[in-house]
Structures are given as C-alpha cells and as structure tokens.
C-alpha cells in the first residue's frame, strides 16, 4: 500500500507533458467545407534531436468529413489525409518543409528558421479546402474530425503523444 501510494505521488508530481490539443474550425464557403487545425506544442527535445539528426519527420492529418447517424456508426462523407514533412540539411543548416494533400505535393519550400518548421508542421493550417459540399443536406448536422500522428510510426522517441494519435471534431450545421 505504501509502494502504491509512493508510486501515485511521483506520478502526480511529474511535469505536465507538451499541450496536446488539436484544435479543429469548420467553415462552409463558396461550395466548399474549409477546414481549420491546429496542433498544440509537440516539439520535445527527442523530436528536435531526431530532426536535426537528419532524418525526415512528418505529421500525418487525417480528416473525416461525418454526419451523425442515429445508429451506432456515424456516415463518412469524404477523407482527406494532409501530410507536412520536414527535413534538416546539416551542411546547409536549413530546412527544407513540404506540404502534401491526399499524396500530391501542394508546396516545397527551404527555410533556416526553426520557428517555420514548427508553424508549418503545427499551426499553420488556415481553410484548407479539403471537400466539395455538393452532397450535403440543407439543415443538417455534419462534424469534422482530425487525426494526427508522426512518422515515422515505429520509432518510440519520435512520438511526442506517447504512442497515440491525437483528435479533435467539430460540429456544424449545413445551411445553404
């Protein structure tokens, strides 16, 4: 019991982990659904250290388009998987960032700034506009769900969400 209660006590006195939120904004527009995310400060130490050991790191959003069902599953409308991905060039000292949507590249660009990487691989995702809301419902409920993880998947330093993915939805309601 006193091992237990020992045990219970270093547990809470730990220091809180990296913000883990993701933070998701739907927005209907112009016969599209943009898609706002954001991710909380997940750059640990062993990510940085991997990072600038050359090896290329990306976070992997993977984004659901649902409708509530009154049943037990919820209907998919449409997927879409975001991917920003980073690689250190140790004899240049930069950075080179790509963004790819559903596996085309959207963007590649170089950078030196640190604080570049962590905005484009993080926050830096502004009404994305991942699907058509042709096959909507007037007055309808809908949700946005992100899903968000690093890879590569099989190496335990890299993962700064202690081996889980992260998610976070949002509800709208579909007015044309």
Same mark, same amino acid.
């Not at 690689?87 to 590649?108: F, I, K, P």
């Not at 950078?111 to 994305?128: P, Q």
């Given at each position: 019991? /006193?091992r237990l209660s020992v045990a ?36 640990t130490d062993e990510l940085k !250290?991997a990072l600038h050991s050359g ?7 993977? /984004? *659901?388009?649902?409708? #509530? ?9 449409? #997927?879409?998987? @975001? ?5 250190? *060039? ?26 570049? @990487? ?5 926050? *830096? ?20 769900? @992100? ?7 099989? !190496? ?8 889980? *993915? @992260? ?10």
């Amino acid at each position: 019991m /006193i091992r237990l209660s020992v045990a219970v006590l270093c547990l809470l006195t730990l220091p809180a982990p990296a913000d883990q939120t993701l933070r998701v904004a739907p927005l209907t527009r112009d016969g599209q659904v943009l898609v706002s995310f954001q991710l909380g400060d997940v750059f640990t130490d062993e990510l940085k !250290a991997a990072l600038h050991s050359g090896l290329t790191i990306s976070f992997v959003y993977k /984004i *659901d388009l649902k409708r #509530s069902a009154a049943g037990w599953l919820d209907r998919t409308i449409a #997927s879409a998987a @975001v991917t920003a991905s980073v690689r250190y *060039d140790n004899l240049t000292r930069r950075y080179t960032v790509t963004r790819a949507v559903d596996g085309r590249t959207e963007s590649v660009r170089p950078t030196d700034r640190e604080e570049d @990487v962590r905005g484009w691989l993080t926050t *830096d995702f502004e009404r994305l506009p991942l699907f058509r809301n042709a096959k909507l419902e007037p007055n309808s409920e809908y949700y946005v769900r @992100v899903r968000a993880h690093t890879t590569p998947r099989n !190496a335990t330093f890299l993962w700064p969400w202690d081996g889980h *993915d @992260v998610s976070a939805l949002a509800k709208f309601t579909f007015i044309r």
